[in-house]
């Protein structure tokens, strides 16, 4: 089976920008989750979606948002950049999302590395 | 929410040599993986422990529910090894919202 694959790998904008993010899930996964990692914050958690609905939100302002599409693949958007949404962005699929019930393991993808200037 | 430690944050090894890594967690979790983090930043699974003890190869996970923590261990270090151990877990009830620790930076030298 494929890997988790984000797009792009790299990208550069500038502040007030917008950008979108894609990721695409392991075949057969339907919960896709992204997080944010910055040398400051660390690995955080931003959304998780399953079956195209938004499922939990980490404590990141409306500027975030993001969408998954009924073939599971996901895209996030961050309008109106700052420079402190410099940042890798991972995306982690899994099966259900429900490790209490499945005993299930994300699978993180090679990320995007985000750089607003 | 909940709180993940991880310890020592920094580890300068020998090739050859061994080493524990711990994580303290302060709730009741239903998930804790451990990763490794390579220098391009792909985290790669190594292990979902949520409690018992796993072996695979050089690397064995022991994680001890009741008291909250899970120790990684790492046999035989070789350079390869070296990058950014993270411990993450999910608390009952987050659907695949991971908290993931501060990571452990590991270099291994000749």
């Known amino acids: 089976k494929a890997g988790v694959t984000q797009t792009p790998r790299y990208l550069i904008k500038t502040r007030g920008q917008q950008v979108t993010l894609s990721c695409s899930p392991i075949s057969g996964h339907r919960s896709v989750s992204w997080y944010q990692q910055t040398p400051g914050q660390g690995l955080q958690f931003l959304f998780e979606?399953?079956?195209?609905?938004?499922?939990n939100k980490g404590n990141f302002p409306g500027r975030f948002s993001g969408r998954q599409f009924s073939n599971s693949r996901s895209e996030m958007n961050v309008s109106t950049l700052e420079l402190g949404d410099s940042a890798l962005y991972l995306c982690?699929?899994?099966?259900?999302?429900?490790?209490?019930?499945?005993?299930?393991?994300?699978?993180f993808g090679p990320g995007t590395r985000l750089l607003v200037l | 929410g909940i709180q993940v430690e991880q310890s020592p944050p920094d580890l300068i090894l020998q090739e050859g040599a061994n080493s524990t890594l711990r994580c303290n967690f302060s709730d009741s979790v239903n998930n804790l993986q451990w990763f490794h983090q390579n220098p391009w930043g792909q985290l790669i699974n190594l292990f979902y422990?949520?409690?018992g003890t796993k072996q695979n190869g050089r690397l064995s996970a022991t994680t001890v529910a009741t008291e909250r923590y899970s120790l990684l261990y790492i046999s035989s270090s070789q350079t390869t090894d070296s990058g950014v151990y993270f411990c993450a877990v999910e608390r009952a009830g987050t659907a695949s919202k991971l908290t993931f620790g501060t990571g452990t930076r590991l270099q291994v030298t000749l």
């Open positions: 979606y399953f079956s195209e609905t938004q499922r």
């Open positions: 982690a699929s899994s099966l259900y999302g429900l490790a209490d019930l499945y005993q299930e393991t994300q699978y």
């Open positions: 422990i949520p409690s």
